[in-house]
């Protein structure tokens, strides 16, 4: 009877420790308080970072004549998974639909935590993995352009998860085992290769895509960007790794520039949405993601 | 008794689908021919825009005039329904392309737009090449954007 009793005592502080640790963790309110925001470099951040591409409706293709006007963020994109179908929410400025009653730290909790106002975890379809790596500065610039960006008053509409994926606590797990904020990329890097790895994989969330995934859905950064199976459909995102991937400095620069490969052929799916944001950054910094993905090692075995 | 009608009916479903099925390798081809001209010859104009080749106005001029031309191709015959990568092999070409066919035909419209505003430039001289090649790359990348699959 004791021993049972001590049982029960276990179980119930195993259980206190899983809620502990699975818990959200926000920034504090005061998080980016004393930095100044400045939307035309926030532009650059929205465009690395990809957005609109995920978030502007369905129908509002990038890179189309007619494409320089600020993109509508109102949601709407539908993302099939394993794990059941996501709904890209609206982020428009509006303060109900949107998030324009947030504030600065809110939206760097969002970004960096994965985690929600109301103190909810993301479900990582959300690339917050990728922007851990996100300088304050940038955030405080990328809100910043927020606030020049156009209001939707679109609901967003519910994900399509089902069970066990439904609970949101799962994702405080998730994050104990895939949330990492250090670089893949280890060691050291000259400027170049530094804003070439910032871009990859802070901003430009590319690992998402192209590399493989374990069967809990998390990065397998053992095979960094070494092509992974289509996450929304048929077909395989390709490598980028020098086993694989041919193509010079050069060529890679000029793809993300056009979408031209260096046969003409030309860049579809989601990376043409990618490409039409890339073709909108600099010259350097195209160069600096090539020079990125030609420092690419071999993947494992 | 029962089982034998049903046996037959099911074999019969398999006969008609069979029958149903189309050979689409001859569309196929065509199409896929088609793009090969168009990157050619956009190969040539990037080349040059790039200076990966040596400048050549009638060079530039000829791929140019060939891209027009190739814009000039009924997309009808090429693309006839039920050619989709969801139905046959061989092709990444996706549903939605006869789904929202409209939309298709504004893309591959854009193309013909495109290429003629190369076809006005590409005798001007070679710096006049790179900003027509991004018009290019911005319809090739409009279209595969919505209705090309990923290999």
């Not at chain 1, 893949?184 to 969330?205: F, K, N, T």
């Not at chain 1, 050069?250 to 949405?273: R, V």
């Not at chain 2, 001209?37 to 400048?55: E, F, H, P, R, S």
Request: with cysteine.
């Amino acid at each position: 009877m004791r021993a049972f009793r001590w049982l029960i005592l276990a179980a119930v502080l195993a259980a206190a420790a899983g809620w502990w640790i699975t818990r959200a963790r926000p920034l504090p309110a005061d998080a980016l308080a004393s930095l100044a925001g400045e939307a035309a470099r926030g532009e650059t951040v929205f465009l690395a970072a990809g957005c609109a591409s995920c978030h502007a409706a369905p129908k509002a293709t990038e890179g189309a004549e007619g494409a320089e006007d600020k993109p509508i963020l109102s949601g709407g994109q539908q993302f099939a998974s394993d794990f059941g179908t996501f709904v890209a929410p609206n982020i428009s400025p509006d303060p109900v639909h949107g998030i324009g009653g947030w504030t600065v730290a809110q939206f760097a909790t969002a970004l960096k935590r994965g985690v929600s106002p109301e103190g909810r975890h993301y479900y990582p379809a959300f690339p917050y993995t990728a922007y851990v790596r996100m300088r304050d500065q940038d955030i405080a610039d990328l809100w910043a352009f927020w606030q020049t960006l156009p209001a939707s008053d679109a609901p967003s509409q519910p994900h399509e998860v089902g069970f066990p994926f439904s609970i949101r606590r799962a994702v405080g797990v998730w994050k104990l085992l895939y949330l990492r904020d250090d670089w893949v990329m280890g060691g050291d890097a000259d400027p170049q290769l530094e804003r070439g790895r910032y871009l990859v994989e802070a901003l430009a969330h590319c690992g998402e895509c192209h590399t493989p995934r374990g069967p809990l859905g998390g990065l397998d950064t053992a095979r960094w960007l070494a092509g992974a199976p289509n996450p929304s459909g048929k077909g395989t995102i390709p490598s980028l790794t020098p086993d694989r991937l041919t193509w010079d400095a050069g060529e890679i620069a000029y793809y993300l520039e056009t979408g031209f490969t260096p046969d003409y052929d030309s860049a579809g799916g989601h990376m043409a949405a990618v490409v039409g944001n890339f073709g909108k950054l600099t010259s350097a910094d195209r160069a600096a993601v090539a020079a990125y993905v030609k420092a690419l090692p071999r993947p494992a075995e | 008794m029962k089982k034998q009608v049903f046996a037959i009916a099911a074999a019969a479903a398999v006969i008609a689908t069979a029958a149903v099925a189309q050979d689409y390798s001859a569309n196929l081809k065509a199409r896929q021919g088609q793009f090969r001209i168009m990157a050619l010859n956009v190969g040539i104009l990037g080349g040059m825009a790039q200076g990966k080749i040596a400048y050549d106005a009638e060079a530039a001029q000829r791929a140019a005039d060939t891209l027009v031309a190739v814009s000039h191709i009924d997309p009808g015959p090429l693309w006839p329904e039920g050619s989709d990568n969801m139905s046959i092999d061989g092709t990444r070409a996706m549903p939605s392309i006869w789904d929202d066919h409209d939309d298709f035909l504004t893309k591959w419209g854009g193309f013909g737009t495109a290429a003629a505003g190369m076809q006005q430039v590409a005798a001007t001289g070679q710096e006049a090449l790179g900003p027509a090649m991004g018009k290019l790359g911005g319809a090739c990348k409009a279209c595969h954007d919505t209705h090309r699959a990923p290999e």
